[in-house]
């Protein structure tokens, strides 16, 4: 059975950082897009940073800069490590994968999601 377990999320004040994972089980990345989306309350869910089955990431003009995805193969995990953090960016993270297939932040490629992890940023 494929899952997806993310870990890492939590509260912090405005400019600091998290790091979050995205653990797979039964799955492996390689190959495949994987991503990270958020959703915030009253909000569409939004991809902001995705790697390409060769390792090169895609980010969101709202987070490049700032945020960083990563993934390690042999561990069969993802990494979002988020830095200089804004109140914007609260809200719930989910890592997806999927075949690679188009736009990396469209929904269509992803079949497996995670169960998501709440960010919160206070002012």
């Known amino acids: 059975q494929v899952q997806l377990v993310e870990s890492g999320g939590g509260s912090v004040q405005a400019g600091g950082s998290l790091r979050l994972s995205c653990s797979a089980f039964g799955y492996s990345f390689s190959g495949k897009y994987g991503a990270w989306f958020r959703q915030a309350p009253g909000k569409e869910r939004e991809g902001v940073a995705g790697v390409y089955p060769g390792g090169s990431p895609s980010y969101a003009v709202s987070v490049k800069g700032r945020f960083t995805i990563s993934r390690d193969n042999a561990k069969n995990t993802m990494y979002l490590q988020m830095n200089r953090l804004e109140p914007e960016d609260t809200a719930v993270y989910y890592c997806?994968?999927?075949?690679?297939?188009?736009?990396?932040?469209?929904?269509?490629?992803?079949?497996?999601w995670g169960q998501g992890t709440q960010v919160t940023v206070s002012s």
């Open positions: 997806a994968a999927g075949n690679p297939s188009g736009y990396i932040f469209a929904h269509g490629p992803y079949t497996d």
